[in-house]
Every structure is written in structure tokens, then in C-alpha cells.
């Protein structure tokens, strides 16, 4: 049985709170073991004030897990009793890093299959030391992974973006072919090994209204976006656009395409978050090893009083299963093919 790890994030967050209600609420887990990277006095403190009987497990590797017991990997233990939810510190910091740092770990060396993570305060990160802006980049830098690829995902609509957390009048300049020739190839390859789609469909979004005009309104589609694409046509996948980002999300929503590549943050997420406010999830392609996030932050205005909703986590856990057995099927197909076409392997 797959071993899949999650987070748990900033400990005076919503981390907590979702991961009680996420176990006790599941029926089972029969495809998957999922068990929590975190700390057992912040997750009893929780349970106790929430009122949700809970029964911790100290796990490790090998240990058995009975019916009803929530394994916990503990890595932290914080003084529960004086944590204040909603006010991290730099104690709460290095402790939600601690948890990603072995998570990562224990996938590279094989003893689980994935990860999902909880929502960590980025200033938080800052306070406790580390530079990076959030999960992802420090994902990247502990995977050494150059190309990355923030996705959305959902039952109705999944949305790539090329830009993510730079003001809106830079996303122009931010703009070339090469980095949406990769991006596209990225989403093109998870679309395919993550998400099992053995011809995927791709729409790219203009960043002008009516995708520039012919140059009236812009001239990014005629010099960046559009030869971007005619480049990745040129090599059998299959493409389209730029499309104007006013209709381009309705038909993809509707089924024509499995993947949206928008231009900047807020293009993708608001059609994004208004399908799926509560179950979207984030997924970090381009990593050697699976991850996905809830989509949503640390919600320190409501932590600690029994008002996150475990949805997106729920959702997160399932997509990150379903990736990490279709990448396991996507490479006994390659080693397969080569075992059965050695000609069409180069030699060392």
C-alpha cells in the first residue's frame, strides 16, 4: 500500500484543524496510508478545544497502524498550551519547514509514494530563516528542480500559469517564447504521465482582450504567445490559441480542452475558484516527486475555531494517489517500450 505524507503546515493555522476532520471523517483508506508530518500536542490541543475524539498514533516507519488511529510522524514538540492560533512564531516556523524537509526526504528514498501539504505562513518561513516566497520554490530547491510549474486543478478545469506572483504590469515583460515552450511541454507531459490523458488537449489564453485585435490591442499574441504555440504544434502536441481569455474558460470548463495555460495569476485563478472554491487543488509539476496542496492559506482569522473545511485537503490527498499510480503505470510503459523496441535506445 502507498505511503503518502502530509504536512502540517503552520501549526497555528487551519493545518490542524482540517487534518482532524480529515481523518475522522473518511471511511477508510483502502488504496492509500496517509499519515501526518507534524506534532501530536498541537493536534491533541486541537482535537481537545474542537471537541473531536482522536486517537494518535506515534508513527514511524513499519509501525503498524490499527483501525481508528491517526499516525503521526512527530518532528515537533511544540509547548501546545502556549501556541496562540493565528500568531505564528519563529518556533511555529522552523517547525512547518521540519515537516517538509523529511517529507521530501522520505519520497526521494522511496518510503512514500507522495505528498500533500498543508498551508504555510510565508512570513512565517521568512521569520524562521529561509528566503523562498512560499511551498513551491522551496520544493524546487530541495528536489533541485529548475523548471516548475504551478497547476490548478479540478474535475472541470485545470489552469497552468506562466506568470504567478509579480505585479500585473510586469507580466508583459515576463513574456517569452522559451519559457512558454517549456511551460507548455510541462503541462503537456503531466497532462499525460500525472493525469493518464493519452492525447492531451491544450488552450492557451491571450493576455490582450480579443487576443490582441491583430495588433490592436496588444502585440504579444503575434510575437510571443503565438509562435510559442506554433512551435509545440510543430512537434505533436496538440495546442491551440491564443484564444481570448473571455470565452476561452467556458469551453474548457465544458470539456473541449483538459488544460488551460494563462498568462498571469489572476487570469487562471478567478475562473479557477469560481468552479472550485472548495475542492481545487494546487500540484506542483516538474518536481521528481508527486506533491499537492490544498487550495487555500493558513485562514489564521478562523484557526482554532471549528470553521475549516476539509474539502480541498480531501480532494488533495485523492489527486495526489491518482498521480503517483498513473506516473508508476507512465513508467512501466517507457521501461516496457524499451524493453521491447531496444533498437530505439541510444548507446552509452
Same mark, same amino acid.
Given at each position: 500500500m502507498r505511503h503518502i505524507a502530509i504536512t502540517m503546515g503552520c501549526p497555528v493555522g487551519i493545518g490542524p484543524e482540517i487534518? %482532524?476532520? !480529515?481523518?475522522?471523517?473518511?471511511?477508510? !483508506?483502502?488504496?492509500?496510508?496517509?499519515?501526518? !508530518?507534524?506534532?501530536?500536542?498541537?493536534?491533541?490541543?486541537?482535537?481537545?478545544?474542537?471537541?473531536?475524539?482522536?486517537?494518535?498514533?506515534?508513527?514511524?516507519?513499519?509501525?503498524?497502524?490499527?483501525?481508528?488511529?491517526?499516525?503521526?510522524? +512527530?518532528?515537533?514538540?511544540?509547548?501546545?498550551?502556549? %501556541?496562540?492560533?493565528?500568531?505564528?512564531?519563529?518556533?511555529?516556523?522552523?517547525?512547518?519547514?521540519?515537516?517538509?524537509?523529511?517529507?521530501?526526504? %522520505?519520497?526521494?528514498?522511496?518510503?512514500?509514494?507522495?505528498?500533500?501539504?498543508?498551508?504555510?505562513?510565508?512570513?512565517? %518561513?521568512?521569520?524562521?530563516?529561509?528566503?523562498?516566497?512560499?511551498?513551491?520554490?522551496?520544493?524546487?530547491?530541495?528536489?533541485?528542480?529548475?523548471?516548475?510549474?504551478?497547476?490548478?486543478?479540478?474535475?472541470?478545469?485545470?489552469?497552468?500559469?506562466?506568470?504567478?506572483?509579480?505585479?500585473?504590469?510586469?507580466?508583459?515583460?515576463?513574456?517569452?517564447?522559451?519559457?512558454?515552450?517549456?511551460?507548455?511541454?510541462?503541462?503537456?507531459?503531466?497532462?499525460?504521465?500525472? !493525469?493518464?490523458?493519452?492525447?492531451?488537449?491544450?488552450?492557451?489564453?491571450?493576455?490582450?482582450?480579443?487576443?490582441? +485585435?491583430?495588433?490592436?490591442?496588444?502585440h504579444e499574441e503575434d510575437d510571443i504567445i503565438g509562435p510559442a504555440i506554433q512551435r509545440m504544434q510543430a512537434v505533436g502536441i496538440q495546442v491551440q490559441g491564443p484564444f481570448p481569455p473571455d470565452t476561452i474558460f467556458f469551453k474548457a470548463a465544458s470539456g473541449m480542452f483538459d488544460a488551460v495555460i494563462c498568462m498571469y495569476h489572476d487570469q487562471g485563478l478567478i475562473p479557477f475558484k469560481l468552479l472550485h472554491f472548495k475542492d481545487g487543488v494546487n500540484v506542483t509539476l516538474g518536481l521528481p516527486i508527486v506533491r499537492t496542496s490544498v487550495d487555500h492559506g493558513t485562514a489564521y482569522d478562523i484557526a482554532g475555531k471549528g470553521l475549516a473545511d476539509p474539502t480541498s485537503l480531501s480532494a488533495a490527498v485523492d489527486m495526489a494517489a491518482s498521480i503517483a499510480v498513473n506516473r508508476e503505470t507512465a513508467q512501466k510503459d517507457v521501461q516496457e517500450s524499451a524493453h521491447n523496441n531496444p533498437g530505439n535506445q541510444s548507446l552509452s
Amino acid at each position: 500500500m502507498r505511503h503518502i505524507a502530509i504536512t502540517m503546515g503552520c501549526p497555528v493555522g487551519i493545518g490542524p484543524e482540517i487534518l %482532524l476532520k !480529515f481523518f475522522t471523517q473518511a471511511d477508510s !483508506f483502502s488504496k492509500y496510508t496517509p499519515v501526518i !508530518f507534524g506534532d501530536i500536542g498541537v493536534l491533541q490541543r486541537c482535537a481537545t478545544e474542537l471537541k473531536i475524539k482522536a486517537q494518535f498514533l506515534a508513527w514511524h516507519p513499519g509501525t503498524p497502524i490499527k483501525t481508528g488511529q491517526i499516525p503521526v510522524l +512527530e518532528l515537533s514538540r511544540l509547548n501546545a498550551n502556549e %501556541l496562540v492560533w493565528g500568531h505564528p512564531t519563529i518556533a511555529t516556523g522552523k517547525a512547518m519547514v521540519s515537516y517538509i524537509e523529511k517529507a521530501v526526504s %522520505l519520497i526521494l528514498d522511496g518510503t512514500f509514494s507522495a505528498m500533500v501539504t498543508c498551508p504555510i505562513s510565508k512570513s512565517s %518561513l521568512n521569520r524562521a530563516g529561509y528566503t523562498f516566497p512560499g511551498h513551491t520554490e522551496m520544493l524546487a530547491a530541495l528536489t533541485q528542480s529548475p523548471h516548475y510549474v504551478m497547476m490548478m486543478a479540478g474535475s472541470r478545469l485545470r489552469v497552468t500559469l506562466a506568470t504567478i506572483h509579480c505585479p500585473l504590469a510586469s507580466v508583459p515583460d515576463c513574456l517569452n517564447q522559451e519559457t512558454l515552450t517549456a511551460l507548455i511541454q510541462t503541462t503537456n507531459t503531466a497532462l499525460h504521465c500525472d !493525469f493518464g490523458l493519452s492525447s492531451p488537449r491544450i488552450a492557451v489564453a491571450a493576455l490582450n482582450p480579443h487576443a490582441g +485585435e491583430s495588433g490592436l490591442f496588444g502585440h504579444e499574441e503575434d510575437d510571443i504567445i503565438g509562435p510559442a504555440i506554433q512551435r509545440m504544434q510543430a512537434v505533436g502536441i496538440q495546442v491551440q490559441g491564443p484564444f481570448p481569455p473571455d470565452t476561452i474558460f467556458f469551453k474548457a470548463a465544458s470539456g473541449m480542452f483538459d488544460a488551460v495555460i494563462c498568462m498571469y495569476h489572476d487570469q487562471g485563478l478567478i475562473p479557477f475558484k469560481l468552479l472550485h472554491f472548495k475542492d481545487g487543488v494546487n500540484v506542483t509539476l516538474g518536481l521528481p516527486i508527486v506533491r499537492t496542496s490544498v487550495d487555500h492559506g493558513t485562514a489564521y482569522d478562523i484557526a482554532g475555531k471549528g470553521l475549516a473545511d476539509p474539502t480541498s485537503l480531501s480532494a488533495a490527498v485523492d489527486m495526489a494517489a491518482s498521480i503517483a499510480v498513473n506516473r508508476e503505470t507512465a513508467q512501466k510503459d517507457v521501461q516496457e517500450s524499451a524493453h521491447n523496441n531496444p533498437g530505439n535506445q541510444s548507446l552509452s
